[in-house]
């Protein structure tokens, strides 16, 4: 870099609380405040990597990219990144878009298994039960002997997997945008979607969200699941059409477990919170005692490789250009 590169770096923790961060960037904090009321750093325009803060608001993460126009990179915090992609038109082109892969998939994994296990075993009627001081017995469904189908097969897919596992499955059936071999069996790609559907006990949905995934899960997917079915979204809202789900839900033909929801945050009053068969989680699959230490991992890597010149990981698109 030249002397009169911009080399600021927006971080949304504090850089004295990051380890092993790069000499020759001036890093900055931002993480937006409490309500994005949190005046920025330095200016925009002297930003090189931006890493947007986490667990903020749509306008506070997206807020400064207009005005950053020497921008290098975003690195967001996520693993999903459709809130940056649907504005690359505010961006300069040439700027590389990097999620966070690998921070996030071993809480997810295990919340996507925390809801699978809570719905089928019927954990919310216990504990419904209990502020009640009755003792609710009965059978209920378990997770083995079941066929599994893991629709979105990348780092969470496959970290769902490695959980199931131990719970003796009878099978998991693997979906993804193209299909591929790997050492547990064949991922499938999505044009076989509708034939595996009506054999899976639980769906569990880990796919990014785009147009090709958006509302993925409508009327024709949720009717071709079996009678009985659990739907898990650990994905994206908008990968479900909601309507839709409401409309089998209250038939009580199949349940679901959401952490995720269209609209998010669901608003106070929405019928999804009383349908029947559904358990919903806020958005949690992330936001463990497990992201701030692999965040800062990852943000000290990809800034070493920033500064030493080598290639950057998780590079989802280069704007002007082709994705990585």
């Known amino acids: 870099m030249s002397a009169d590169t911009p080399r600021d770096v927006w971080l949304p923790i504090p850089p004295g609380e990051i380890d092993g961060l790069p000499e020759g960037l001036n890093h900055l904090f931002w993480d937006g405040g409490e309500d994005g009321d949190q005046p920025y750093p330095g200016d925009p325009a002297d930003c090189l990597v931006y890493v947007v803060p986490y667990m903020k608001r749509l306008q506070v993460r997206v807020g400064p990219l207009r005005e950053m126009r020497n921008l290098a990179v975003v690195q967001?915090?996520?693993?999903?990144?459709?809130?940056?992609?649907?504005?690359?038109?505010?961006?300069?082109?040439?700027?590389?878009?990097?999620?966070?892969?690998?921070?996030?998939?071993?809480?997810?994994?295990?919340?996507?298994?925390?809801?699978?296990?809570?719905?089928?075993?019927?954990?919310?009627?216990?504990?419904?039960?209990?502020?009640?001081?009755?003792?609710?017995?009965?059978?209920?469904?378990?997770?083995?002997?079941?066929?599994?189908?893991?629709?979105?097969?990348?780092?969470?897919?496959?970290?769902?997997?490695?959980?199931?596992?131990?719970?003796?499955?009878?099978?998991?059936?693997?979906?993804?945008?193209?299909?591929?071999?790997?050492?547990?069996?064949?991922?499938?790609?999505?044009?076989?979607?509708?034939?595996?559907?009506?054999?899976?006990?639980?769906?569990?949905?880990?796919?990014?969200?785009?147009?090709?995934?958006?509302?993925?899960?409508?009327?024709?997917?949720?009717?071709?699941?079996?009678?009985?079915?659990?739907?898990?979204?650990?994905?994206?809202?908008?990968?479900?059409d909601t309507k839709a789900l409401l409309a089998e839900l209250e038939t009580g033909r199949i349940t679901a477990a959401l952490d995720v929801t269209d609209p998010e945050p669901l608003p106070q009053g929405h019928p999804l919170w009383h349908a029947p068969g559904v358990l919903i989680s806020p958005h949690v699959g992330g936001p463990t005692s497990a992201f701030l230490p692999r965040a800062k991992r990852l943000l000290v890597d990809q800034l070493n490789r920033f500064v030493n010149q080598e290639p950057l990981r998780h590079v989802i698109l280069t704007t002007g250009g082709v994705g990585a």
């Not at 189908?149 to 780092?155: F, S, T």
């Not at 719970?167 to 547990?184: D, L, N, Q, W």
């Not at 790609?189 to 006990?201: I, N, Q, S, V, Y």
């Not at 009327?219 to 994206?236: C, Q, S, T």
Request: net charge neutral; glycine share 10%; with cysteine.
């Open 76 to 240: 967001t915090l996520t693993a999903g990144v459709d809130d940056i992609t649907a504005r690359v038109a505010d961006l300069a082109p040439g700027v590389r878009l990097c999620n966070a892969r690998g921070v996030h998939e071993a809480s997810t994994a295990e919340l996507a298994l925390a809801l699978t296990l809570a719905a089928l075993r019927g954990i919310p009627d216990f504990v419904r039960a209990q502020d009640q001081g009755i003792w609710q017995g009965g059978f209920r469904p378990a997770l083995a002997d079941k066929n599994v189908l893991v629709v979105g097969y990348g780092a969470i897919g496959a970290a769902v997997e490695d959980r199931l596992v131990p719970f003796e499955v009878a099978r998991v059936a693997r979906v993804a945008r193209s299909p591929r071999a790997t050492a547990r069996g064949p991922v499938h790609p999505f044009t076989e979607l509708r034939a595996l559907l009506p054999e899976a006990d639980v769906v569990i949905l880990c796919t990014p969200l785009d147009e090709t995934t958006r509302g993925l899960a409508g009327a024709d997917f949720l009717a071709r699941m079996k009678d009985g079915a659990l739907l898990v979204n650990v994905a994206r809202g908008p990968v479900v």
